[in-house]
């Protein structure tokens, strides 16, 4: 089942849970049939990975992003700089934007 998110790809969000708790940092890529969120620099994990020559990969100790879930971040507003929800609203041309609801800014342009 897909879930209708909120947040999207190049999206600044806050982490409002778990050992990141208030660090900001950009989505890099949407899953939404998990409901999860890749964020830069992020719930970083440590994966130990075999040298694979075929591909030029050297073998080690890997540090990369992990999927959080959607629910733990907060999309960051552009004018407050502080975590807000999201809603929707039609400007005059017609056109479905999502806006922050703590101060009222449009989200996207």
């Known amino acids: 089942m897909t879930k209708h998110l909120k947040i999207k790809k190049g999206d600044q969000v806050i982490v409002l849970s778990g050992k990141d708790r208030g660090k900001k940092g950009k989505v890099l890529r949407v899953d939404r049939k998990s409901g999860k969120v890749l964020v830069e620099r992020i719930n970083m994990i440590k994966r130990h990975t075999r040298p694979n020559p075929a591909k030029g990969q050297t ?3 890997v540090e ?22 999201v809603g929707y609203k039609f400007l005059e041309d017609g056109r479905k934007v999502r806006y922050a609801k703590a101060d009222g800014a449009i989200l996207d342009q």
């Open 59 to 61: 073998g080690g100790i």
């Open 64 to 85: 990369r992003e992990a999927p959080i879930a959607v629910c733990k971040v907060a999309l960051v507003s552009p004018e407050g700089g502080r975590g807000t929800r």
